[in-house]
Structure formats: structure tokens, C-alpha cells
């Protein structure tokens, strides 16, 4: 009998641990839970299977015919598994169940969604969109791998990345190989044996291990576009074809004991980001949170820049992002949002407007109207960023370990990151940032980084600015002299791998103070940057020390007993 306080899945024919295919009972349920406002689904403990046809055949189409499925490739034909859309107060409790998926889709789409809460399940996949194998001969134009058991093929794949691994290590992802669109075309040679021919040489040698991700960005596992007070909690992904989790045009979203690790076998969890957040609003927060093995970084947050098409008068400005959105869902701002105004060489902000109204135009094109005359001396070149969607981060108690790249990536305001574990990722552990390569907004203000650990990070692929520890950076076509401001970097233990620790780019009032450093030199190199100050730092003052470079107004850098 169907209840009026909840739906358990059982009802509509999903039984856990069959085999069968769930998909059309779940999509049924969440049917039945939005047409007669139940406000939660429930899950019998165990796994549940989701093979779809669609998603065989989707997975198909790349794999054996060529199809391309990665970001902002075909968004409109990509499979998704479940849609919640305009729902309010709904709970999804897994049951502490396993969802697997077979073929190729995007599991989850919270489209419009209010008071959202989704607990309890794991996200795995029948066969994972990468293979894990070891070189056993190479050259300058080829190589042979040989496949581990599981990762055999019945013929050419399609590879777009690869990335080495030690498989014997505490820390397998090492980030010393990673290449992308390397890997012109695959030669089947036996169900386990792949010949891999690219144009260049590669750096592989008998004897390595590899693994290859057949595509780079499919869909996110969960999608968060336009939601608002979001809980996810006790939720593991051990894989997802491209991100784990996006939030765009979303407003506070609170992860507890979210965890991401890869299956057992495995070195990889996501295929790229763990999470990844744009243009939201409110708190984005995590708690207890651990991630391990992801393709790239563990945590972005960050809105966009938008480019000037055309100056439609003093106060109408006719904008595009130039770039695809992570999401593959429109970006764009609100009336009554404040815009900043931004250099578009050095993406340093010179004013800031509030918009009137917007409008939305075809092909991602927005008109922005706002209550003020465009400010004098507007280049053509300069940027917008929107300066009311801007999400505070919270990250405490959370782990970030062995990922390929930088842990966290803060492009945001208000931030806090503390009592954290940075163990062994291939990148800078904490990189605040503000870029022109990826039209991703906007200068940091407010940042509290406090009582951490670092252990050994970067030295391989997304070490930024050459430091292990945190990168400070502004990453426009000049160097100014103040982008970024009010950071505070306090009591913080750090083992390096012998090289930079922090590197302090275009900022301004900056505290370094009462940390450890072991195994850092030098602890600091700063360029382009005023009134930062180190006071109480721990460090080897015969081996290390701090680097002023150029463009920093050396009277305001403050060093104490430092050195």
C-alpha cells in the first residue's frame, strides 16, 4: 500500500540485489512523489542496477563509433537517469544502498528544486568509462599496454587522457605523465593488449602503469541548477563519467560526510572535479567531507567572467561568457545583481553597477541594463563578474587525498578552511585565483586558512606557481600589483617535498603567521604585492627563508623574526 508520507521504492517494482534494471521504477516513483507533493522516496538496503538501453547505447556510440560526449558536445542527446524537477521538501533516503550504473549517463538533474535532501547511497558504475593497464613496450610514436583484469575490449577505444600511477605506492597517482588528446588512435591487438599510437612522444617506458580515460567531461554525477537549501549527507561517488558534483545559480548547499574514493581496484574516482560550483549564493559548506583519487581538483567555486559584445548605449551592455559552462546550463545574472566592473589584462576591479534588468538572448547572449551610465574609460577588452552571486565557502574537518592536481580551488569570497588533511595531492594544495584562461571570477577578499595539515602536495601536475602548499594568483595577461586581499594563512602544519610552500601573487593584506614549515624552501616567494606580514613562523632558518620579488613595495612587507 502506497503511503501518504512517503513512497518506498519496492512499490513500484525496484527490488535491491536482482540484477534487473531499476531505472523506469525510480523514474516512476519520483513521477508519482512530485504529482502528489510526497515529500519522500525510500530504498530498500542493497544494489540497485540502472542499465537502461539509452545508456548502453550511449556508451556504445563513444566507445566503438566515435561519438563525442564531452563538454559541450551533443548536451542535448545525453542520457540522464533522474530528474527532480520543481519539487519542494523532498527527501531522498538511499537506505545506505548502492546504485550502479551501467553505459554512459548522468545520474542525477535537480533542476528548480527547494528544501532538497539526498542521504545515504553510493554512486558506482558496472564499468567505468577508463581502462588500467601496465606499458610493455613503447617508442617514440607507440606503445603496447597490457590490460588489467576487468579493463579487457573487444576492439579499438577511444582514448583522450592518461595519467601514471604506482601501483605498489601508499599514494598511486603521481602526476608525472598527464596527457591529454595525446593518443591519435587505439590498435586492438588481444582482448587485453591495446596498441596506443600518438604523434609526439609521450614520456612512457616498459614497466609503467597507466590509466586512460576514454573521455574527459561527460555529464556530473549529481547536478544542482537553480536549487536552494540543498543537503547532501552520507553520500559516497566511487565514479562518475565526468565531475562528481556541480552547483550552478544555486543557493546554499551544506555537504556532511560526503565522500569520494575510488572502487576497489581502482586508482580513479571522478573524472575530473569532485565538486564544482558556479555562481552560487549563500553557503556552500562541508563537513567531514573526505576525497581521494579524482581526476582534478577536489573543490571549485567560482562565477564567470562575461566578455562586451557590443555597447548598446550609456547604460545597455550586450555580454557573452566565452566559454562553456560546466553545468551545460545557461549562465546569466539577475536584476538587482551588483556587477563588477574588471581590467580585462590585469582583472583588477574598478567599479561596480547594479543591474535594472537582463535579458536573455539566443545563443547564451545577455543584455545587461543597469541603474548607473557604464563608467568612463570602459575598454571593449574589460570583463564583467557578478559580485552578488558569491558563494562563502566552509570546509572543516574534511580530507583531500592523492588527487591528480590542486585540492581546492577558491575563486570566491568569505572563505574558511580548517582542521583539514591535505595528504599527497599531485598539485598546490590551496590555489586563490582569479582567471582569464577559464573566464572564471572573481578576486578573493576574506579568506581564513587555519590549523591545517599539508603532507608532501604538488611536485607533479596542477603545482601552480612552482609552490606545494597555497598559490596566491591572478592569472590575467600582466602582473598588478593588488587583485586579491584580506587573507589570513595561521597555524598551519606543513611537510613539504623540499621546494616552495607558498607562493604570494597581486595580494594585499596578508597574514602568515604561528605555522610550521618543515621540508619548504624557501617558505615564501611574493611579487606584485603590499602589506603582508610573517610573524611566529616555525622553519629551518639555515635552509630556508623568504623571497621578495618583484613589483612588491618592500616597506609594507613585513617579516618580524622571520629571517
Not at 35 to 42: A, N, R
Not at 141 to 146: F, L, N, P, Q, Y
Not at 208 to 216: A, G, I, K, N, P
Request: aromatic share 8%; charged share 25%; net charge negative.
Amino acid at each position: 500500500m502506497l503511503s501518504l508520507d512517503y513512497v518506498n521504492i519496492a512499490d513500484f517494482g525496484a527490488r535491491p540485489n536482482k540484477g534487473e534494471d531499476s531505472t523506469e521504477a525510480v523514474r516512476k516513483a519520483i513521477a508519482h512523489c512530485r504529482k502528489h507533493g510526497i515529500g519522500k522516496l525510500v530504498f530498500e538496503r542493497g544494489r540497485y542496477d540502472f542499465k537502461h538501453p539509452s545508456f548502453l547505447e550511449q556508451y556504445d556510440q563513444v566507445m566503438k563509433h566515435g561519438a563525442q560526449m564531452d563538454l559541450g558536445q551533443s548536451s542535448e542527446q545525453k542520457a540522464v537517469a533522474f530528474r527532480l524537477e520543481d519539487m519542494s521538501d523532498f527527501e531522498w533516503d538511499g537506505g545506505d544502498s548502492e546504485f550502479v550504473f551501467h553505459g554512459l549517463a548522468q545520474p542525477f538533474a535537480c533542476l528548480r528544486c527547494r528544501s532538497l535532501k539526498l542521504h545515504r547511497f553510493t554512486v558506482d558504475w558496472h564499468r567505468p568509462l577508463f581502462l588500467q593497464g601496465v606499458v610493455g613496450d613503447a617508442g617514440d610514436s607507440s606503445a603496447i599496454v597490457e590490460l588489467g583484469k576487468g579493463y579487457e575490449v573487444d576492439g579499438p577505444v577511444p582514448i583522450a587522457a592518461l595519467l601514471n600511477y604506482d601501483p605498489d605506492s601508499e599514494y598511486p597517482l603521481t602526476g608525472t605523465v598527464d596527457a591529454f588528446h595525446c593518443v591519435e588512435r587505439t590498435e586492438w591487438l588481444a582482448p587485453n593488449r591495446l596498441k596506443l599510437h600518438y604523434s609526439r612522444p609521450q614520456g612512457l617506458k616498459p614497466g609503467m602503469h597507466f590509466v586512460m580515460r576514454h573521455l574527459m567531461n561527460y555529464r556530473m554525477g549529481i547536478l544542482f541548477y537553480e536549487c536552494s537549501q540543498v543537503q547532501v549527507h552520507d553520500v559516497t561517488l566511487r565514479y562518475t563519467p565526468g565531475m562528481g558534483i556541480i552547483g550552478h545559480r544555486s543557493e546554499d548547499l551544506a555537504f556532511t560526510r560526503l565522500k569520494v574514493a575510488p572502487g576497489a581496484g581502482r586508482v580513479l574516482s571522478t573524472n575530473t572535479d569532485a565538486t564544482h560550483f558556479i555562481s552560487c549564493k549563500g553557503e556552500i559548506s562541508f563537513t567531514e567531507c573526505s576525497f581521494e583519487g579524482m581526476g582534478d581538483d577536489a573543490v571549485n567555486v567560482h562565477g564567470f567572467y562575461f566578455r562586451v559584445r557590443t555597447l548598446i548605449d550609456d547604460y545597455t551592455i550586450e555580454a557573452f561568457v566565452d566559454i562553456e559552462p560546466q553545468s551545460e546550463m545557461p549562465e546569466y545574472p539577475d536584476a538587482g545583481d551588483a556587477i563588477e566592473f574588471v581590467r580585462g589584462d590585469t582583472l583588477e576591479p574598478y567599479a561596480t553597477h547594479v543591474l535594472e534588468a537582463v535579458e536573455r538572448k539566443s545563443n547564451g547572449v545577455v543584455l545587461f541594463k543597469f541603474r548607473q551610465p557604464i563608467p568612463p574609460g570602459m575598454n571593449m577588452t574589460d570583463l564583467m563578474a557578478n559580485a552578488t552571486r558569491v558563494a562563502a565557502l566552509t570546509m572543516t574537518d574534511c580530507t583531500v587525498r592523492n588527487n591528480r592536481a590542486r585540492a581546492i580551488l577558491v575563486q570566491t569570497r568569505n572563505v574558511r578552511i580548517e582542521n583539514c588533511l591535505f595528504d599527497h595531492c599531485t598539485g598546490t594544495a590551496i590555489h586563490l585565483n582569479c582567471s582569464i584562461h577559464w573566464y572564471e571570477s572573481l578576486t578573493v577578499r576574506q579568506v581564513v586558512i587555519r590549523n591545517n595539515k599539508f603532507l608532501e602536495c604538488g611536485g607533479g601536475c596542477g603545482t601552480i606557481g612552482g609552490a606545494g602548499v597555497m598559490t596566491v594568483s591572478a592569472e590575467g595577461a600582466e602582473s598588478v600589483l593588488v587583485v586579491h586581499r584580506d587573507i589570513q594563512f595561521r597555524n598551519n602544519i606543513v611537510y613539504g617535498r623540499g621546494g616552495l610552500g607558498l607562493r604570494i601573487q597581486s595580494a594585499e593584506h596578508m597574514i602568515v603567521a604561528d605555522n610550521q614549515f618543515n621540508g619548504c624552501s624557501p617558505i615564501a616567494e611574493l611579487d606584485h604585492s603590499r602589506h603582508i606580514r610573517f610573524r611566529g613562523n616555525r622553519y629551518d632558518r639555515n635552509r630556508a627563508g623568504i623571497v621578495i620579488g618583484e613589483g612588491c613595495v618592500d616597506k609594507t612587507i613585513e617579516l618580524g623574526k622571520e629571517q
